[in-house]
């Protein structure tokens, strides 16, 4: 796997606990944290919680593919990916109004992407 594609990984896995990580078990949650937000190794994880390598491996392995069932099912990331490309849209087509109607399209952008 390329560097790139193991930083898009490590990005869309973050998301997905972002939105679904209550989901998963407590050992889940924090062998993804460890994995992904902390970038520890398999040998590391092991070893602090004194486990074999295989064993942290498959946690995040079932993590990964609960994570990814969850998203089949809901599409919350999808969805998500879908507003932002959207609001900037959006917000290109306001800075072309007038500038009262500008101010008011910015003060609204500005709500909906609080709300995410």
């Known amino acids: 796997?390329?560097?790139?594609?193991?930083?898009?990984?490590?990005?869309?896995?973050?998301?997905?606990?972002?939105?679904?990580?209550?989901?998963?078990?407590?050992?889940?949650?924090?062998?993804l944290r460890y994995y992904f937000y902390d970038d520890y190794s398999l040998g590391e994880i092991a070893a602090e919680f004194q486990i074999s390598r295989q064993a942290v491996y498959e946690h995040i392995k079932r993590a990964e593919t609960a994570l990814e069932d969850y998203e089949l099912k809901l599409q919350l990331l999808a969805k998500h990916e879908?507003?932002?490309?959207?609001?900037?849209?959006?917000?290109?087509?306001?800075?072309?109004?007038?500038?009262?109607?500008?101010?008011?399209a910015r003060s609204v952008l500005g709500h909906l992407h609080s709300l995410d």
Do not use: H, S
């Not at 898009?8 to 209550?22: I, P, W």
């Open 1 to 31: 796997m390329t560097e790139e594609n193991v930083l898009e990984k490590t990005n869309r896995m973050n998301l997905l606990v972002d939105f679904y990580g209550k989901l998963l078990t407590e050992k889940q949650q924090t062998f």
């Open 82 to 104: 879908q507003r932002q490309q959207l609001l900037q849209q959006l917000a290109a087509v306001a800075e072309q109004l007038p500038p009262r109607q500008r101010q008011v």
